[in-house]
């Protein structure tokens, strides 16, 4: 029965698909205008389309840096019954001209998947809306009212009860079972907690609750990445049919990210109602706070809970798993590199002197190598390889030269850009100090408005809006875990830095540490 409905689904896909295949099939021409479409490999129709699924299958950044060392900076591929290409660019100056100086243009974002339409209700959060209404709402509220100096500052003393909860089981681990700790499954709870706190206002110290959220959403994070992929695939009512254990998996997902967020959205309205009631100004803002006094713009209506839901679930999968990923980068670095954790030790020391306890965020500002080590993890080991994919909504030409067409998908390799040798020294190598001035000022634009050399949160008009708190909270973390313990390797065999794709790009073996309390700090 099983084999039927696939041989129908098979046809169903060929018959349906093969006119929109032989329509679309093009290769890149030459304007009249001396301008170029990008170059890259041709599709024939139907076959050419079925070759590039089986290949993009098993991973598109290896066939991308043989395609880009054939054809240039610029390489166009054809997507399987699509009539727009997709372009990826590895330079930085063309990624520059795209992102910022083309910044409107290149705003918007391709036409949702069936899944993504299903996971964000219609594209009603940030990262998948449109360059329109819903989005300039969202992110405008989100940076206003969440990630806005002031309210980052407000909260500091939940930044030191993350910072408790990771010590403590740190400190718990090594008392139980000695010196060796794995560490990101920690690093995973401390930030979690944190989050749950900023997008709820609850501190959820139940550990098992805990571990039930970072589950939930790293399953949910890693279907909409990857394991939902061939949901998309076909017509809808066929695809159910064939894929029904699919389906079944990924409702079954959804209902369980509902079932642990709603309660938390609930609890948190009749807080909200109660401070209204009590006319309570000593309330400390949470991101659901700031979602319920919207109103959907094209419908003029309050946001629904389920709606709701993927918007605060949309903050928990944009800064849970990458930052306790990129955590852990720099601290397996930090291992690998004695040097590099003794002068972290120093500038400290300088900072602070001895007898402080906790790195503040005053404190920060003043730890020039302290931001170049984690502007080099950043930079060697991006969580993401790719930025989420733009759409044009016009025709631009990059260089006077290339022409990318309007409506066409265009992504950037943030990894390859990052290990660039024609822009950095020794660029396989962790050099935090390449960053440093001779005044140990840091030199570089994260943010890629002046000019990019990394992009590790995006750049132009969609670059992550919580960089600024992403790279306060991984300055802190890192500091004051150097200042609490002394880092070691487990042997002389040292860290294993080889790369493993999941939703984001980790540690094939996660890091374990020899740590130890750090005495005279």
């Given amino acids: 029965m099983e084999m039927m409905w696939f041989l129908l689904f098979i046809l169903s896909l060929l018959f349906t698909l ?32 079925f070759i590039w699924l089986y290949k993009l299958a098993s991973g598109i950044e290896p066939i991308l840096v043989d395609l880009h060392a054939k054809y240039g900076p610029v390489v166009s591929l054809p997507i399987p019954f699509s009539p727009h290409p997709a372009i990826f660019i590895n330079d930085h100056s063309l990624a520059h001209q795209t992102l910022v100086q083309n910044g409107a243009v290149c705003a918007d974002r391709p036409p949702p998947q069936p899944i993504t339409k299903l996971i964000t209700n219609n594209n009603r959060v940030i990262f998948s809306s449109g360059y329109g209404p819903t989005w300039r709402l969202l992110r405008r509220n989100l940076m206003s009212e969440v990630l806005n100096p002031s309210r980052l500052k407000s909260y500091a003393s939940s930044r030191k009860w993350a910072l408790d909860i990771l010590t403590n089981r740190l400190d718990q681990s090594v008392s139980s079972n000695g010196p060796v700790v794995e560490v990101l499954e920690h690093f995973r709870i401390s930030i979690t907690s944190l989050f749950v706190y900023m997008t709820f206002g609850v501190k959820v110290e139940d550990e098992a609750k805990m571990k039930e959220i970072i589950d939930v959403q790293r399953r949910f994070i890693f279907g909409l990445v990857r394991g939902f992929q061939t949901l998309n695939l076909g017509p809808r009512w066929l695809n159910k049919i064939l894929f029904r254990k699919g389906w079944n998996q990924f409702y079954e997902i959804r209902k369980q990210q509902k079932d642990i967020l709603l309660p938390f959205i609930k609890a948190r309205k009749k807080v909200k109602q ?39 679930s949309e903050v928990l999968n944009s800064g849970t798993d990458t930052m306790s990923v990129t955590l852990q980068w720099t601290m397996a670095n930090v291992v690998k590199y004695p040097r590099v954790q003794n002068r972290l030790v120093e500038e400290i020391t300088e900072v602070v002197g001895v007898g402080n306890e906790e790195m503040k965020q005053e404190d920060l500002q003043k730890m020039h190598y302290l931001k170049a080590v984690v502007m080099e993890a950043l930079r060697l080991h991006p969580p993401g390889h790719f930025v989420v994919p733009h759409s044009l909504t016009e025709d631009i030409v990059l260089d006077g030269r290339y022409m990318l067409p309007k409506n066409c998908t265009v992504n950037f390799m943030v ?8 822009v950095w020294d020794e660029p396989t190598e962790f050099k935090p100090e390449r960053f440093l001035s001779d005044g140990d000022n840091v030199q570089c634009d994260i943010t890629g408005s002046k000019e990019i050399k990394m992009i590790p949160f995006g750049a132009g008009r969609r670059i992550c809006p919580g960089w600024g708190l992403s790279m306060l909270l991984l300055e802190y973390l890192v500091a004051n875990l150097i200042w609490k313990y002394e880092w070691k390797a487990v042997n002389e065999v040292g860290v294993d830095l080889t790369e493993k794709q999941e939703a984001t790009w980790v540690m094939k073996n996660p890091l374990q540490a020899h740590i130890s309390p750090r005495l005279n700090k």
């Fill in 415 to 422: 990894a390859e850009m990052g290990r660039d040798p024609s």
């Fill in 18 to 49: 093969l006119f929109k295949s032989l329509l679309f099939s093009s290769k890149p021409s030459t304007k009249l205008d001396g301008t170029i479409l990008p170059p890259g490999p041709t599709s024939i129709p139907i076959i050419g389309n």
């Fill in 274 to 312: 109660e401070r209204v009631d009590e006319n309570n100004d000593d309330f400390m803002i949470a991101y659901v706070d700031t979602l319920m006094d919207l109103e959907d713009p094209l419908e003029n209506r309050a946001f629904n809970e389920g709606e709701l839901v993927d918007q605060c």
